[in-house]
């Protein structure tokens, strides 16, 4: 099985150079990366993100690899362990299955780390499908921006601190959080050429917009982007993901993972969309207009070997 973006080991290296330490686990037919956030008293939280990676209708397989799971983390002192596994709602009956076999071994229900919700373009098909794919307007607000002189481009290292200074734009205008320069430097470093793209779009050699994107296997991961303030009526942000989907299936991908979207189903997105405008629901109305299929992850699992600093944990970060 190919593991998740999160589960590799350059993610690793990533989150090891920002407070986190890190130990993959292999067994004969599943593997698992494991981080770990220090705690005081040397105590930590041990957390799997998307994964393990593992085809969970394989009892042995599952046994085992949780197995070892458990006893990295309680060797690490941990105070309880966070599973998110890459399994979505409502795919046959895994899910069903997954959430049983999770609850029934101890685990309970918790809040993501990561975002439950998502939208997946089909990048499979010829560009010209892809596009018909797409709302409308969306359609037209690429071309529009490639037709008002709207250019993309491949960066660099170089790049970075320009896209680090959109961010901070992006974040004062719909009250995100963003990383740090150094952050993104890591990301890029570990990742790029082959497994990162760095993309601005830039009208007359102004920069209007960034992304990065990822790819592992055969799917295509958007998860940094930024634009700026100014000219936002050229549509640069529609034009630059449209490159980033190109780049992804000129790469093999087959799928193109918008990454992060309220965490609701298709018929509450859609009835619900026009009206709010807290948490994702501001972005959803961007990606809806790709035409991807939104998928819903079975979420986060909890399993707990020190129930009464758990308690106090949940407490604290409640009130933080």
């Given amino acids: 099985m190919t593991p998740h973006l999160l589960q590799t080991q ?17 067994t004969e037919r599943a593997s698992a990366q494991l981080l770990f956030r220090r705690l005081p008293l ?50 046959s009956d895994e899910s069903n ?17 990561q975002p439950p919700g998502t939208a997946i373009v089909d990048i499979s098909l010829p560009e010209d499908k892809i596009l018909a794919a797409m709302k409308q307007k969306t359609r037209y607000n690429i071309r529009l921006s490639g037709r008002k002189g709207v250019i993309v481009r491949h960066g660099s290292t170089d790049d970075l601190p320009l896209f680090q200074q ?15 320069l150094t952050y993104y430097q890591t990301a890029y470093n570990l990742f790029a050429p082959d497994h990162c793209a760095l993309l601005i779009a830039e009208f007359e050699g102004q920069p209007l917009a960034a ?8 799917t295509a ?58 948490g994702l629901w501001g972005v959803y109305r961007f ?11 079975i979420g986060a699992f909890d399993y707990v070997y020190r129930p009464y600093l758990y308690r106090l944990y949940r407490l604290a970060r409640r009130y933080r």
């Fill in 221 to 278: 991961y958007y998860l940094y982007g930024a634009s700026s303030n100014q000219k936002r009526n050229l549509m640069p942000a529609y034009l630059i993901q449209w490159e980033a989907i190109r780049w992804g299936k000129q790469h093999g991908c087959t799928a193109y993972d918008l990454w992060g979207i309220p965490n609701a189903d298709a018929t509450t997105l859609e009835a619900e969309f026009k009206q709010r405008y807290d």
């Fill in 166 to 180: 959109l961010s901070k734009q992006t974040a004062e205008r719909d009250d995100f959080g963003i990383h740090s």
């Fill in 211 to 218: 992304l990065m994107a990822f790819r592992q296997g055969q």
């Fill in 97 to 113: 299955e997954v959430v049983t076999l999770l609850t029934k071994s101890g685990f309970v229900p918790s809040d993501s780390i």
């Fill in 42 to 91: 040397g105590l930590t939280i041990a957390y799997v993100p998307k994964g393990p990676t593992v085809d969970w209708s394989d009892l042995t397989a599952r046994q085992a690899i949780l197995t070892q799971i458990h006893l990295t983390a309680k060797q690490n002192r941990a105070i309880f362990l966070k599973l998110e596994p890459d399994v979505w709602q409502n795919e």
């Fill in 10 to 26: 350059a993610w690793a290296d990533l989150k090891s150079q920002f407070g986190w330490t890190t130990q993959f686990l292999q």
């Fill in 287 to 297: 990606k809806r207009g790709f035409g991807g299929q939104v998928r819903q992850s």
